[in-house]
């Protein structure tokens, strides 16, 4: 019963705006669903991925003229393969941040309002990969789900 | 972004007409939080069960909106959908908020 018996690509490219971010998201969503990634991989998938496209809008291109994102996926039969690049500031010392989460054990006020991307990517997914190559990040997603088929 | 507000009782239910808060969103949802709140109950509970997603931004912008409410005043969330809850959990912030799965439910507990 399963959908999938190669390999299946859907690429997706936009301008690097949290309008346009916004609408890719949900567009990617939707062609991995219904290209078969199960669905209880799908909510997971979803927010990794609007955390790292977010992270490429806010801190890649801060500060000058955003260009474009550029998302390739590779799905296959145990799991999915999320590339995105850009051509923004590369991350800060050349590696993805170890993403420990901001502490909730807080008064009221100080409670935090960010700082949870990168912690969400680590705990969503199976592998980070991050190259900066040619004036180019990339960024490589993995999400096993073998032990679901 | 669209939110409307009622007020039974001791609590001020504020529902989001949106099916998402994300980064394109949050600042206008703290706004318009902050509009809807600047005068009202002690309780108010925001029913989202119409957003079908929420990433880190939406969720800072909802940890704003009870922050703005200041020390006095309580924000309840009511009918998140697994993806939203999802984000809560990861987060710990479930352990902030207090969730509960139908505005129904909400309603019948009590403020504390």
């Not at chain 1, 999320?82 to 500031?89: A, V």
């Not at chain 2, 998402?20 to 206008?28: G, K, T």
Request: proline share 5%; with cysteine; hydrophobic share 40%.
């Amino acid at each position: 019963m399963n959908p999938i018996s190669n390999k299946t690509c859907l690429e997706l490219s936009f301008p690097a705006t949290e309008t346009e971010a916004s609408a890719g998201i949900e567009q990617l969503s939707t062609g991995l669903s219904d290209q078969g990634l199960p669905v209880k991989k799908s909510d997971e998938v979803k927010i990794a991925l609007a955390e790292a496209i977010n992270n490429v809008v806010e801190h890649a291109y801060a500060g000058i003229a955003p260009a474009k994102v550029q998302v390739t996926c590779r799905l296959d039969r145990d799991r999915l393969d999320i590339l995105i690049s850009d051509t923004g500031n590369p991350l800060p010392g050349l590696h993805p941040p170890d993403g420990a989460p901001a502490s909730v054990d807080t008064t009221l006020q100080d409670l935090p309002e960010g700082g949870f991307g990168w912690y969400l990517i680590h705990e969503l997914t199976s592998d980070i990969r991050y190259e900066r190559r040619k004036g180019c990040n990339r960024l490589s997603l993995r999400f096993d789900f073998a032990e679901l088929s | 972004m669209g939110l409307t507000s009622t007020t039974t009782g001791v609590t001020q239910i504020i529902t989001v007409h949106s099916d998402r808060i994300d980064a394109a969103m949050a600042i206008q949802f703290k706004e318009d939080m902050r509009r809807e709140t600047d005068s009202g109950t002690d309780r108010v509970v925001l029913d989202l069960a119409g957003v079908e997603f929420i990433d880190s931004s939406g969720l800072g912008a909802i940890v704003a909106s009870m922050k703005q409410l200041g020390d006095n005043r309580k924000l309840d969330l009511a009918g998140p959908q697994p993806v939203v809850e999802k984000v809560f959990r990861l987060t710990r912030m479930d352990t902030v908020f207090r969730l509960f799965a139908t505005l129904d439910d909400a309603l019948s507990a009590t403020a504390d």
